[in-house]
T-cell receptor, first 109, second 113 residues
Framework: EDQVTQSPEALRLQEGESSSLNCSYTVSGLRGLFWYRQDPGKGPEFLFTLYSAGEEKEKERLKATLTKKESFLHITAPKPEDSATYLCAVQVGAQKLVFGQGTRLTINP | DTGVSQDPRHKITKRGQNVTFRCDPISEHNRLYWYRQTLGQGPEFLTYFQNEAQLEKSRLLSDRFSAERPKGSFSTLEIQRTEQGDSAMYLC???????????FGPGTRLTVT
């Protein structure tokens, strides 16, 4: 069964303290791995798509990497406005996304 | 580009009532998706349209749920005889042709009392 597991469930960092979020996946035939950011009460906001092992994408303080079994979202020198839930998803079949449960990130000033 | 819009943003209903939600995708996006999200969980896939054709439905979509996308533009999701377990955020997303990224709307939060 296709499965996505994110860790940790929650993470508290001080402003400027870099860290990484993990997304492990089990899927038959990865067609794409996606990272989204979700603020409370809002819909997920698209961040990155990764297609193959070794691929990396960057956006401001965020960098996403992909291996054959997991993806990491690296956050460098985070700011309080980076506080959100970060969701990882894999594309299954033609179109469906299977999401992990998310990592709730809090950045303290 | 105004993004995906959903209406209403919040809906409170009594158990047993029917509710209908609307989703307007980003202009010219031919694929439209519905997901459901409960507190502390990631979104779960419900159904998917390409233009007006409904191509996939999840087992989560019981016979009380029905979705339509007439004319391949906006979509509606109807829940009949609502139950307390239907309380969740209902999210709509759309994708452009030949791209895989799904862009989400703000969601409709349903509370069944």
């Amino acid at each position: 069964e296709d499965q996505v597991t994110q860790s940790p469930e929650a993470l508290r960092l001080q402003e400027g303290e870099s860290s990484s979020l993990n997304c492990s996946y089990t899927v038959s035939g990865l067609r794409g791995l996606f990272w989204y950011r979700q603020d409370p009460g809002k819909g997920p906001e698209f961040l990155f798509t990764l297609y193959s092992a070794g691929e990396e994408k960057e956006k401001e303080r965020l960098k996403a990497t992909l291996t054959k079994k997991e993806s990491f979202l690296h956050i460098t020198a985070p700011k309080p406005e980076d506080s959100a839930t970060y969701l990882c998803a894999v594309q299954v079949g033609a179109q469906k996304l299977v999401f992990g449960q998310g990592t709730r990130l809090t950045i303290n000033p | 580009d105004t993004g995906v819009s959903q209406d209403p943003r919040h809906k409170i209903t009594k158990r047993g009532q029917n509710v209908t939600f609307r989703c307007d995708p980003i202009s010219e996006h031919n694929r439209l998706y519905w997901y459901r999200q409960t507190l502390g969980q990631g979104p779960e896939f419900l159904t998917y349209f390409q233009n007006e054709a409904q191509l996939e439905k999840s087992r989560l979509l019981s016979d009380r749920f029905s979705a339509e996308r007439p004319k391949g533009s906006f979509s509606t999701l109807e829940i009949q005889r609502t139950e307390q377990g239907d309380s969740a955020m209902y999210l709509c997303a759309s994708s452009p042709r030949e791209r895989v990224e799904q862009y989400f709307g703000p969601g409709t939060r349903l509370t069944v009392t």
